[in-house]
């Protein structure tokens, strides 16, 4: 029998998917705020009070730290697309201990691959708040039920408490 903690930690697991599009949709925002500022750079030039003196130079300062951050912010974003990809097989493996016509893995997969909120869950399975929930808890516990999820599981939390630690 499953413990409420252990099905907080296979949706937390679920979700991690999620979060890291999550995160890369705010990189790419970033970038878009980024790159808005570059389109218009405050350039300037310092110029010496001595006629003829050497110490004339132009200062691109602000410019070229939003070129650096742009390139910096789209580096993070192939970064994090390589976590997605990694999440999203991490979800589908345990996915795969469902039975592919399932509703409870139908359920689990727009909600947790497809990233669709309830409402669009209750509306594509045709079905209402309780029965959705009913059989995505029904999921849950299928998954728990097997010893590769919870070997999995127990992985997952040793490194979730490990960067904890680290926080």
């Not at 570059?38 to 003196?53: C, E, L």
């Not at 110490?55 to 300062?61: D, F, L, P, S, V």
Request: with cysteine.
């Amino acid at each position: 029998m499953e413990t409420s903690s252990e099905k907080e930690l296979l949706k937390d697991y679920l979700n991690q998917y999620y979060r890291a599009k999550i995160r890369r949709e705010q990189l790419e925002k970033r970038l878009i705020n980024v790159r808005v500022e570059m389109a218009h750079p405050i350039q300037g030039v310092n110029y010496a009070p001595t006629p003829h003196s050497n110490t004339n130079n132009t200062n691109y300062g602000p410019a070229e730290a939003l070129v650096m951050l742009g390139t910096e912010i789209e580096e993070l974003i192939c970064q994090q697309q390589k976590v997605i990809t990694r999440m999203m097989m991490n979800v589908m493996h345990v996915m795969n201990y469902l039975d592919v016509d399932s509703t409870e893995r139908a359920i689990m997969e727009y909600r947790h691959i497809d990233c669709l909120s309830w409402k669009t869950i209750y509306r594509k399975m045709n079905l209402t708040r309780t029965p959705c929930f009913s059989y995505y808890n029904n999921g849950l516990h299928l998954l728990l039920a097997v010893e590769d999820v919870r070997n999995i599981l127990e992985e997952y939390s040793r490194r979730h408490d490990i960067l904890k630690e680290r926080n």
